[in-house]
């Protein structure tokens, strides 16, 4: 029996030593293949691809993984999914998305952007997704919108958070607000997270939301507080601690504060661009009324010409829109300016010193140019495309936006304003201007040839006029009667200011920019003018010259 045991013990010691490199070699192969899963890179085409299967299961990892793979399409390929648009093309499997146009769809491939042209319904199988892949893809979204490298896409889902907070969004919103590096955007997360907060149950997360959005500016902060205030029909409030009432309530006084503070920034700025293009439309009409005493009531066609020139640049460059207008303000300029030499040279020059015979036949080649535009573009109004670069606005904060079209016309206007007055001040077109202004005579007999300056003037006066409409083309549409629109403005601004003085038709501009954004709210649009109308005649019964009157023996005269 002895001899039997130890016969056996020697036995499984052999088996066990000959298997024993078998089993190393076998753990081995096992780390091999560990490491070669743990080195396999994630690949993201594969993974849309695999969206197309029935597991709901598999569907939901590849989502994950095309959330988590920072992919610059992950978004591009989530958001067509969420929306029921994502199929597959039965034939060659293809992912595409599918916009259904009529019986058709037309579809894009998802990855290469590629657009394939329309199928059938029939030739395409849509991948579909169950309430909790839709749960899943909210959540995914909203990530990776809040970390998306653009910053519009970013205030977008922090803005869209507020409007419709759920707790499920504090995870992504915490750890998005620790990268953000733009404050603008930052504080529309922590006003986001702090109206989720304000909804909780728990009194020290209801406190800590109050306190989060309360000296925030912005439009949904004054809506979380109001909730937090609200009252049942005796009066009593519904919020049942103390802190958050009074916390509640020193908010909204700081809201309210804010508020007024940024609707007079925003009454300003809107008041200095409507100034701005008053100044533009303006001052030429300041050129041309100061040196000729002519009263011009074609000038605002000239600015119709002008935004009719910008909209014939942009159907001229249809593929260059975004360099369109650096084409068209000289061009603007041009046009205009060989229109008002070509009238005074043809009508004017005859009615020197008869100032309501010139009110007469301008106002008779107003009519005429509103025919022939009827006549060559109809008389319906053509929109004119505004470039990338000016369009949207600056989101200063929640409560303030500044668009860039108006930014961009108060520069534009200050601009051709200090142009203006350098041609004046230092060329020496300009000193023959002024002396033909101050005393056209002595002007004469120093040999200065005083009609070509009128028309060379009036050119001037009228292609500042079409840049003007450049800028206003930007504002709205295009149309016969867009200068009918400016041309009481202006004449109201040259008045006020002081015929013929430029500084003073900037004032003048400017003060009844911002006097009738203050007044509208108040009394109305029709009636703001009005009354503005009604304090210049009593102003200029006072002083008759305008705010700034021109000094010489001419003018005086």
Known sequence: MRWLLLLLTKGF?????????????????????????????FNFDEAVKGLDTKSYKVKGKKIQGIALSGHEKALDVLMPLSEGNLFAVKETGVIVEGIKEDSLYTVTDILSGEKIGQLKKKALRKIRINNKLRRQLRGLMAMLELTHPDDAVRLAAADNIIKSPTESMLPFLAQAIEKEEV????????????????????????????????????????????????KDEEGNYLEPNAYIIEAAEKGLLEYERQEN????????????SAGSVLLLAAVGLAITFGVMGVINMAHGEMIMLGAYTTFVVQQLMPNSIEYSLFVAIPAAFIVSGLFGIAIERGVIRYLYGRPLETLLATFGISLILQQLVRSIFSPLNRAVITPEWMSGSWHVNG?????????????????VFVGLILLLKRTHFGLQMRAVTLNRPMASSMGIRTGWVDALTFGLGSGIAGIAGVAISQLTNVGPNLGQSYIIDSFMVVVFGGVGNLFGTLFGAMSLGIINKFAEPWTGAVLAKILILVAIILFIQ????????????????
């Open 183 to 230: 404050s603008a955007i930052k504080d529309s997360m922590i006003i986001a997270q702090g109206i989720i907060w304000t909804t909780s149950d728990v009194t020290e997360t209801r406190f800590k939301g109050v306190e989060a959005i309360g000296a925030h500016p912005h439009q949904a902060v004054k809506g979380a507080l109001l909730r937090v205030l609200q």
């Open 542 to 557: 006072r002083r008759p010259r305008g705010m700034f009157a021109l000094k010489g023996r001419f003018v005086e005269a």
């Open 261 to 272: 503070v940024y609707k007079l920034i925003e009454n300003l700025f809107f008041g200095l």
């Open 13 to 41: 010691l052999c088996v066990w030593l000959a298997a024993l490199p078998m089993l190393s070699q076998a753990e081995d192969a096992d780390s091999n293949e560990g490491d070669s899963a743990a080195e396999e890179v």
């Open 399 to 415: 409560m303030l936006s500044l668009t860039y079209n108006r930014i961009y016309i108060v520069i534009f206007s200050v601009m």
